[in-house]
């Protein structure tokens, strides 16, 4: 295969895995009103029944301030709610509402855990080859330097989420 064929094939993988996130982000947002960061962050919120905000934060990889957006635009739609701990008064819990819950039921999994799944399957080397071709990549194309989290989406941040850790 030519030079240029193999840039060109990079070049097409590279926008297949884009357009793949783009759709998944439009079918979130269409079908069911959420983004994918909203996606994950009420799949972990579910998990938990009850987690506090700093320890969303730590979860997903994203400061305070951009897990505070993303709660008050899902509490704004009725699908959590923030509570006190009972064990802890001065903590702030954020639980889940039946519609979260219904909706979380309904909604496809997150594109990164359908990924992750599949990926898990390779072997050892498998996966590190892929790591290094991805870091190589993203080195490439200059963004080694960006600060993001493990979250496929497709959507323009928020003003709250251009906030790093």
Do not use: C, W
């Given at each position: ?8 094939s ?12 783009e ?72 639980k ?70």
């Amino acid at each position: 295969m030519a030079d240029n064929d193999l840039s060109s094939s990079v070049l097409i993988a590279l926008r297949q895995i884009m357009r793949a996130v783009e759709l998944h982000s439009k079918k979130l947002e269409k079908n069911y009103n959420l983004t994918g960061p909203q996606l994950i962050l009420l799949n972990q919120i579910v998990k938990r029944d009850g987690i506090p905000m700093s320890a969303l934060a730590i979860n997903m990889s994203l400061s305070n301030a951009t897990i505070t957006g993303i709660v008050d635009r899902l509490e704004k739609r009725g699908l959590v709610k923030r509570t006190r701990d009972s064990s802890d008064r001065r903590q702030i819990l954020i639980k889940p509402t039946e519609n979260g819950i219904e909706t979380l039921k309904s909604a496809p999994s997150p594109l990164q855990e359908q990924f992750i799944k599949r990926f898990k399957e390779l072997s050892e080397n498998g996966q590190k080859a892929i790591v290094a071709a991805l870091e190589r990549v993203a080195t490439m194309m200059k963004a080694e330097h960006l600060e993001v989290a493990p979250v496929l989406s497709a959507r323009p941040l928020q003003d709250d989420e251009l906030n790093n850790k």
